[in-house]
């Protein structure tokens, strides 16, 4: 019942996605600056350099050094939806997650992503406008990716926290 259900959300958000993705959903490298400096600031937190690495993923990671953005995420992802992406992994350092590679598991995903969101309406981007990401996600990878929860409850968790 479950499952019908998140299919049937499924179809809903790739319509919603489809009539409401901006026509240029891109992010300039100066843009992604900005948003990373306005993060940083706005929530008081401490922060790694932030590298941009070309690879056509939608994709953003954290290791113990630095934060990670694909230029694929730079390509189709707009404004809202990258600051969710960099709040997201600076959370993750925030909690030391880089370090924590045996602990790595849906707990540790779901808050940042509900922290990330935080950061980014801090700076401006309503939760939801920022969650649109994970129609995204759902309409390219399904229900679920690795150690995060299934992108209709990640979208859930982010318009209603």
């Known amino acids: 019942m479950v499952r019908k259900m998140f299919s049937i959300i499924g179809i809903v958000w790739v319509l919603v996605s489809i009539t409401s993705s901006p026509a240029n959903a891109s992010v300039t490298l100066k843009e992604v600056k ?15 350099p932030l590298y941009v690495v070309k690879n056509n993923d939608i994709n953003g990671f954290t290791l113990k050094d ?3 953005i694909t230029t694929g995420a730079m390509k189709y992802l707009d404004k809202a939806e990258m600051a969710l992406i960099l709040g997201h992994e600076l959370t993750h350092w925030k909690f030391n997650d880089a370090y924590s590679w045996f602990e790595v598991g849906t707990f540790m995903e779901d808050r940042a992503d509900v922290f990330g969101a935080e950061y980014a309406k801090n700076i401006g981007y309503p939760k939801c406008q920022q969650a649109q990401l994970f129609i995204l996600f759902h309409y390219l990878y399904g229900e679920h990716e690795g150690h995060h929860s299934l992108n209709p409850v990640r979208y859930h968790n982010i318009c209603n926290a």
């Open 34 to 48: 900005s948003i990373y400096k306005a993060l940083i600031k706005k929530n008081k937190l401490d922060a790694p």
């Open 66 to 68: 630095k934060i990670v």
